[in-house]
C-alpha cells in the first residue's frame, strides 16, 4: 500500500515536494516548478505549508 510522507532523503525546504514525487513515481523537480507556479497566486505557499505541517516524516511510517 503506497502512503504520501515527507521524503528525508530528497528535501529542499521540508521534504514536501520529494514526498509527493516519491508516490506519484515523477520527477521532485516537476512538483517543485508546480508549487512555484501556484506560488505566484499565493496558494502554493499555502498548500506547501499545510503539508508540511499535515504529512509525517517516513521514519515514522516504518
Known amino acids: 500500500m503506497k502512503r ?5 532523503t530528497d ?5 514536501v ?6 508516490y506519484c513515481n515523477i520527477d521532485p523537480s516537476l512538483v517543485r516548478l508546480g508549487f ?17 505541517i499535515i504529512l509525517p516524516p517516513k521514519s515514522r511510517l516504518m
Not at 4 to 8: A, D, I, N, P, R
Request: hydrophobic fraction near 50%; aromatic fraction near 6%.
Open 36 to 52: 512555484v507556479l501556484l506560488g505566484c497566486t499565493g496558494m502554493g505557499i499555502i498548500l506547501y505549508i499545510a503539508a508540511a
Open 17 to 22: 515536494c520529494g514526498g509527493i514525487a516519491e
Open 11 to 15: 528535501r529542499m525546504i521540508a521534504g
Open 4 to 8: 504520501l510522507y515527507k521524503s528525508e
